[in-house]
């Protein structure tokens, strides 16, 4: 009977650590279509998702609206860790904010699913899903 409280015990334990690491992210400001902000981005932690400036959480997942400028300002502002750009079947660029080198300028008016990126006075609109 010991032994079976001991497996409860330890089952619980774990079950209220993963509850508590699954909804980590809530505790921060959602980015959605909902929201409008801007501010400049010096730091993004990866954690089933993306943490900005240990403020925002942003799920990522984000296509590139393209422009005449964006596959320049792409391949000058990657990160050296991560060099890949994915592109799907339309020819839309698959790119996430945490690959684009800090700091950086995000903003996004309310109720628009069109994330803005400044980076050197140029700008990468992003669509989010």
């Known amino acids: 009977m ?5 497996i409860i015990l330890v089952g619980l334990i774990l079950v209220l650590y993963a509850c508590e690491y699954i909804g980590n992210h ?5 980015i959605n279509s909902n ?27 984000v296509f590139l609206q ?11 502002n990657m990160t050296l860790n991560d060099g890949t750009i994915l592109i799907d079947d339309d020819g839309q660029i698959l790119l996430d904010i945490y690959k684009i080198k800090r700091p950086f300028q995000l903003y996004k008016k309310k109720n ?4 803005s990126l ?9 669509r989010i899903n």
Do not use: A, H, R
């Open 118 to 126: 400044i980076k050197d006075n140029d700008t990468l609109k992003f």
């Open 35 to 61: 929201i409008e902000f801007d501010f400049i981005v010096y730091q993004i932690e990866s954690e089933n998702g993306y943490i900005l400036n240990k403020e925002y959480y942003y799920s990522g997942g």
């Open 26 to 30: 809530k505790k921060y400001k959602q």
């Open 2 to 6: 010991k032994y079976y409280k001991s």
């Open 66 to 76: 393209k422009n005449n400028n964006s596959k320049n300002l792409i391949l000058q």
């Open 112 to 115: 628009s699913n069109v994330l």
